[in-house]
């Protein structure tokens, strides 16, 4: 008994969908955390990939004996949807999309916050806009660090809002402007 391309179609497309939801949710965030990425977005997209060869096997099996039904471009459409949104997270434009849609709540929680509640050592589980904080850190001259992330295995990845100038480097931090008083940040140990 064959399993009717309809039934692999289907499942197929909605791996795709799982996989592409995860992938945009950890790839838009301000770094990647180790885990998610290889349990998650390898492994899922290993699994996304065979599911679709088997799907274009099976479809050129059952259309083999009539070539017109042989129509290959919705075969090739999912994985190149899913190669976009690799490119787009790979490039960053994703985290940027997501800190465009997310600014104006992050500029009114920083200028909204009390220093004493808001700018202490831990903010777990507060969400701004799109992004989800986990630690707020209040820096001298009205410098505010949003972690939002890890990276890697120990790194640590978020915003940093600075009005008055760059923000201080504390060991190893890195920052790439993101217009006007924004910086992502990234923290390395």
């Not at 949710?25 to 977005?41: E, H, T, Y």
């Amino acid at each position: 008994m064959s399993v009717p391309e309809p039934v692999v179609a289907g499942v197929t497309l909605t791996a795709g969908v799982i996989w592409l939801v995860y992938l945009l949710l950890f790839g838009s965030d301000a770094g990647l955390p180790f885990f998610p990425v290889v349990i998650v977005l390898v492994v899922g997209g290993a699994a996304v990939l065979v599911l679709w060869a088997l799907r274009v096997v099976l479809h050129l099996a059952i259309t083999r004996r009539v070539p017109e039904r042989r129509r290959v471009r919705w075969l090739v459409a999912q994985p190149m949807v899913l190669l976009v949104c690799i490119a787009l997270v790979a490039s960053g434009a994703a985290f940027r999309v997501r800190f465009m849609l997310s600014q104006s709540s992050l500029s009114n929680y920083v200028q909204t916050a009390s220093p004493a509640t808001t700018w202490g050592s831990s903010a777990a589980g507060v969400r701004v806009g799109l992004f989800r904080l986990r630690e707020v850190e209040a820096l001298p001259q009205g410098v505010g660090r949003m972690i939002t992330t890890e990276c890697g295995v120990i790194d640590a990845c978020g915003l940093v809002y600075s009005p008055a100038s760059t923000p201080p480097v504390v060991g190893e931090d890195v920052y790439d402007s993101l217009g006007g008083p924004w910086y992502h940040w990234y923290r390395r140990f």
